[in-house]
Protein backbone atom coordinates (compact mmCIF):
# COMPACT_ATOMS: atom_id res chain seq x y z
CA UNK A 1 0.00 0.00 0.00
CA UNK A 2 1.32 3.60 -0.97
CA UNK A 3 1.69 5.69 2.05
CA UNK A 4 1.12 9.86 2.14
CA UNK A 5 2.30 11.80 4.89
CA UNK A 6 0.60 14.61 5.37
CA UNK A 7 -0.66 17.57 8.27
CA UNK A 8 -3.73 18.70 9.61
CA UNK A 9 -4.49 21.51 11.98
CA UNK A 10 -7.88 22.05 13.80
CA UNK A 11 -7.76 25.73 14.04
CA UNK A 12 -9.85 26.70 17.24
CA UNK A 13 -11.04 30.42 17.82
CA UNK A 14 -13.72 31.66 20.33
CA UNK A 15 -15.07 28.15 20.69
CA UNK A 16 -15.33 27.40 17.27
CA UNK A 17 -13.12 25.02 15.00
CA UNK A 18 -12.58 26.17 11.30
CA UNK A 19 -13.77 23.64 8.81
CA UNK A 20 -13.01 23.61 4.94
CA UNK A 21 -15.09 21.34 2.40
CA UNK A 22 -13.20 19.34 0.69
CA UNK A 23 -14.33 19.09 -2.94
CA UNK A 24 -13.26 15.54 -3.96
CA UNK A 25 -14.13 13.87 -0.65
CA UNK A 26 -17.23 16.32 -0.51
CA UNK A 27 -16.69 16.78 3.63
CA UNK A 28 -15.76 19.14 5.98
CA UNK A 29 -12.35 18.67 7.07
CA UNK A 30 -9.98 20.82 9.07
CA UNK A 31 -7.26 22.22 6.67
CA UNK A 32 -4.63 20.14 5.85
CA UNK A 33 -2.59 18.38 2.91
CA UNK A 34 0.34 16.42 1.70
CA UNK A 35 3.99 17.67 3.31
CA UNK A 36 6.65 18.98 0.90
CA UNK A 37 9.92 16.90 0.28
CA UNK A 38 12.04 18.23 3.50
CA UNK A 39 8.90 19.82 5.16
CA UNK A 40 8.43 19.51 8.83
CA UNK A 41 4.81 18.19 9.58
CA UNK A 42 4.94 21.53 11.79
CA UNK A 43 5.93 23.78 8.95
CA UNK A 44 3.02 21.70 6.20
CA UNK A 45 0.18 21.98 8.78
CA UNK A 46 0.89 26.05 9.04
CA UNK A 47 1.42 26.78 5.22
CA UNK A 48 -1.57 24.03 4.63
CA UNK A 49 -3.47 26.57 6.98
CA UNK A 50 -2.10 29.22 5.01
CA UNK A 51 -2.74 28.27 1.56
CA UNK A 52 -6.53 27.28 2.41
CA UNK A 53 -7.93 29.91 4.86
CA UNK A 54 -5.40 32.55 4.73
CA UNK A 55 -5.15 32.65 8.18
CA UNK A 56 -1.97 32.55 10.06
CA UNK A 57 -1.68 29.82 13.09
CA UNK A 58 0.27 29.36 16.62
CA UNK A 59 0.30 25.07 16.68
CA UNK A 60 -0.46 24.39 20.52
CA UNK A 61 2.72 23.00 21.95
CA UNK A 62 1.81 19.35 23.30
CA UNK A 63 5.35 19.09 24.25
CA UNK A 64 6.68 16.99 27.67
CA UNK A 65 10.15 18.41 27.39
CA UNK A 66 11.39 21.31 24.86
CA UNK A 67 14.68 21.41 23.48
CA UNK A 68 16.00 25.03 22.35
CA UNK A 69 18.39 24.30 18.84
CA UNK A 70 21.58 22.81 20.13
CA UNK A 71 24.64 21.53 18.27
CA UNK A 72 22.64 18.09 17.78
CA UNK A 73 19.04 18.73 18.02
CA UNK A 74 16.15 20.77 18.29
CA UNK A 75 12.40 20.00 19.51
CA UNK A 76 9.48 20.67 17.01
CA UNK A 77 6.03 20.55 17.65
CA UNK A 78 4.54 17.33 18.42
CA UNK A 79 1.05 16.36 17.08
CA UNK A 80 -1.83 16.48 19.03
CA UNK A 81 -2.33 13.02 17.51
CA UNK A 82 -1.63 11.03 14.35
CA UNK A 83 -4.41 8.73 12.23
CA UNK A 84 -3.58 6.59 9.37
CA UNK A 85 -6.55 7.36 7.12
CA UNK A 86 -7.74 5.11 4.15
CA UNK A 87 -7.36 6.83 1.05
CA UNK A 88 -9.80 5.06 -1.46
CA UNK A 89 -9.24 4.64 -5.02
CA UNK A 90 -10.23 8.34 -7.38
CA UNK A 91 -9.64 8.53 -10.90
CA UNK A 92 -6.40 7.29 -11.52
CA UNK A 93 -4.92 7.51 -8.14
CA UNK A 94 -5.35 4.08 -6.63
CA UNK A 95 -5.97 3.61 -2.81
CA UNK A 96 -3.42 4.87 -0.32
CA UNK A 97 -3.40 5.79 3.00
CA UNK A 98 -2.39 9.06 4.79
CA UNK A 99 0.07 9.16 7.54
CA UNK A 100 -1.62 12.43 8.69
CA UNK A 101 0.40 14.50 11.75
CA UNK A 102 -2.65 16.31 13.47
CA UNK A 103 -2.25 19.56 15.51
CA UNK A 104 -4.63 22.15 17.35
CA UNK A 105 -3.75 25.68 16.60
CA UNK A 106 -5.06 28.92 17.26
CA UNK A 107 -5.00 32.29 14.81
CA UNK A 108 -2.75 34.94 15.46
CA UNK A 109 -2.97 36.96 11.82
CA UNK A 110 -4.09 37.08 8.34
CA UNK A 111 -7.32 37.61 6.67
CA UNK A 112 -9.60 34.57 6.41
CA UNK A 113 -10.07 33.79 2.65
CA UNK A 114 -11.61 30.55 1.18
CA UNK A 115 -9.17 29.24 -1.58
CA UNK A 116 -11.53 28.44 -4.24
CA UNK A 117 -9.19 26.37 -6.19
CA UNK A 118 -8.71 23.92 -3.67
CA UNK A 119 -12.31 24.16 -0.96
CA UNK A 120 -15.78 24.63 -2.06
CA UNK A 121 -16.54 26.30 1.36
CA UNK A 122 -15.45 27.66 4.49
CA UNK A 123 -17.20 27.78 8.01
CA UNK A 124 -16.75 27.97 11.62
CA UNK A 125 -18.29 25.47 13.54
CA UNK A 126 -19.41 25.11 17.61
CA UNK A 127 -19.96 22.46 19.41
CA UNK A 128 -23.92 23.43 19.11
CA UNK A 129 -23.63 23.63 15.37
CA UNK A 130 -21.73 20.22 14.74
CA UNK A 131 -24.99 17.97 16.08
CA UNK A 132 -26.39 19.54 12.40
CA UNK A 133 -23.75 18.82 10.17
CA UNK A 134 -25.18 15.57 8.75
CA UNK A 135 -23.03 12.39 8.91
CA UNK A 136 -22.28 12.00 4.79
CA UNK A 137 -20.74 15.68 5.21
CA UNK A 138 -18.34 15.17 8.18
CA UNK A 139 -15.81 11.92 8.89
CA UNK A 140 -16.32 9.78 12.16
CA UNK A 141 -12.93 10.88 13.49
CA UNK A 142 -13.38 14.73 12.48
CA UNK A 143 -16.27 14.68 14.42
CA UNK A 144 -15.03 12.83 17.46
CA UNK A 145 -12.06 15.09 17.55
CA UNK A 146 -14.01 18.75 17.16
CA UNK A 147 -16.11 17.10 20.45
CA UNK A 148 -12.90 16.70 22.16
CA UNK A 149 -11.19 19.40 21.42
CA UNK A 150 -14.70 22.24 22.17
CA UNK A 151 -15.63 20.00 25.20
CA UNK A 152 -15.08 21.89 28.63
CA UNK A 153 -14.30 18.70 30.55
CA UNK A 154 -11.47 18.38 28.29
CA UNK A 155 -8.41 18.83 29.76
CA UNK A 156 -5.91 19.32 26.94
CA UNK A 157 -5.11 22.89 26.77
CA UNK A 158 -2.80 24.45 29.00
CA UNK A 159 -4.45 27.25 31.12
CA UNK A 160 -3.33 30.46 29.84
CA UNK A 161 -4.98 29.22 26.53
CA UNK A 162 -8.30 27.44 27.67
CA UNK A 163 -10.06 31.27 27.23
CA UNK A 164 -8.75 31.93 24.53
CA UNK A 165 -9.78 28.77 22.68
CA UNK A 166 -12.79 28.44 24.31
CA UNK A 167 -14.26 31.40 26.04
CA UNK A 168 -13.93 35.18 24.87
CA UNK A 169 -11.01 36.58 25.53
CA UNK A 170 -9.13 37.87 22.56
CA UNK A 171 -5.44 37.44 21.92
CA UNK A 172 -2.80 40.17 21.78
CA UNK A 173 -2.85 41.96 18.65
CA UNK A 174 -6.14 40.77 17.67
CA UNK A 175 -9.06 42.96 17.81
CA UNK A 176 -11.88 40.56 17.18
CA UNK A 177 -11.72 36.61 16.72
CA UNK A 178 -12.12 35.37 13.44
CA UNK A 179 -15.22 33.05 14.45
CA UNK A 180 -16.86 36.25 15.15
CA UNK A 181 -15.96 38.03 12.17
CA UNK A 182 -17.29 35.23 9.66
Keep these: MIRQFTATTYVIDNGKVLLIYH ?16 ELPSEGAKREVFEETGLHVELIKEENVWIESTASSRSFERPFMCLIETIPPHGEDPAHEHIDFIYVGKVIGGTLLENEEETGGIRWVSLEELPHLR ?6 DTRESIQTLLTHKSNLYPNELKSR ?18
Aim: net charge negative.
Design 23 to 38: KKLQKWLPPGGHLEPH
Design 135 to 140: EDELFI
Design 165 to 182: FLGHAKAPGVEQSQADQY
